[in-house]
């Protein structure tokens, strides 16, 4: 059994891709999917996939019913970092018998403040530590790392070192590593998928429908909440589409009920039915999501792995800073795109064949990693 790591939730419609296409990736190296067990935040949402676990602790605010669990987390990654394992129960006793360990494509390792450092003990440290500490194959697929602070963070960097292969999607979290271990530079997966699949996407001419504005919440984002709103008044006829269902915060109805907006639905709904002609998207995979269906996309950055997503793609002008963006720039990029969307077309093509280079390479690694289990 090959036990696939860090996967959160199916009702965030990116992550649910991401799973999908971390197993497609393991398959293209001879391992069938019904040989991946699944450890995720919200096991219950993946019901689709033959075997998954529960673990940890969905969502990362503290809160009381987490603070006995977090105090023994922090207890137990000080000795597992030095006695080689923290104690998992049942969860343990899965990934000490796999024959392999992967790591979701996509993940988010980062210990920036409070918060994050708690939600990454809680619910990561120990599936990255029963990883650093076996003595099957290790594998982290394409993901963000960083900012790593505090002692939290010293814990991640150091287990890991004992991770055989780490991948990361962006330049920040490579440089941020390089102390502490040799990291490869290596697309999202979603990217890879995109570049693969451009000769079967309808390009050069804009879908009907309206724009399709994909919101989210952010911390410390007044300004964004306030752009975010001018942006859709100067454009008048819009749509705002859920790509994230989760619980409170983790859920993008959370972010339209304090703007006194209402959600048109699921992005993924209305890019299946071509009501979408140009998407503004501050979730990553939801700007993504919209290229692989031929349609083109905005994207409001707010993390290190957008500006290395659309830089992959060849798209860094059509990412901007969510906090600090100009409503007037990005509502000007969609009169162009509405008009004539070939140049932004052609900036994707010219990088397919990077794209497609950087994908074989990440199946060579994965298959030779995983050669004496295929």
Known sequence: MIGLIHAYSRRNAGDGLLIDLSLD???????????????????ASFSDLPRVLQVGVPGRRPSPRMVPAGGQLV????????RGRLQLGRVAEHLAAAEAIVAVGGGYLRTKDLVSSFGTLLNHVPQLSAAAHTRAPTLYLPQSIGPLRGPVGSLVARLLQGIDVVCVRDDRSKEELRPHLSAIRCPDLAVLRLAEDLERIELGSPHAGR??????ELTSA?????????????????????????????????LYNRLGVRSGG???DLLGKQEARVVVSTR??????????????????????????YEDLGLMRYV???????????????AALDADPTDFWTSVERQRPALLGASERLTATVRERLAALV
């Open 25 to 43: 990736r393991l398959e293209r190296a001879g391992i069938a999917r019904d040989r991946c067990e699944t450890y995720a935040l919200d096991a």
């Open 75 to 82: 207890a137990a990654g000080v000795e597992g970092a030095t």
């Open 211 to 216: 724009v399709v504005l994909v919101g989210r």
């Open 222 to 254: 007044r300004a964004y909440e306030e752009r975010l709103l001018a942006l859709s008044r100067r454009l008048g006829d819009v749509v705002w589409a859920t790509q994230a269902e989760g619980l409170g915060t983790k859920s993008d109805l959370s």
């Open 266 to 268: 699921r992005l993924l």
């Open 284 to 309: 990553l995979h939801g700007a993504v999501q919209a290229l692989l269906a031929g349609v083109p996309a905005i994207h409001l950055g707010y993390e290190r792995k957008s500006w290395g997503a």
């Open 320 to 334: 901007h800073d969510a906090r600090t963006f100009d409503p007037e720039a990005v509502a000007s990029q969609i």
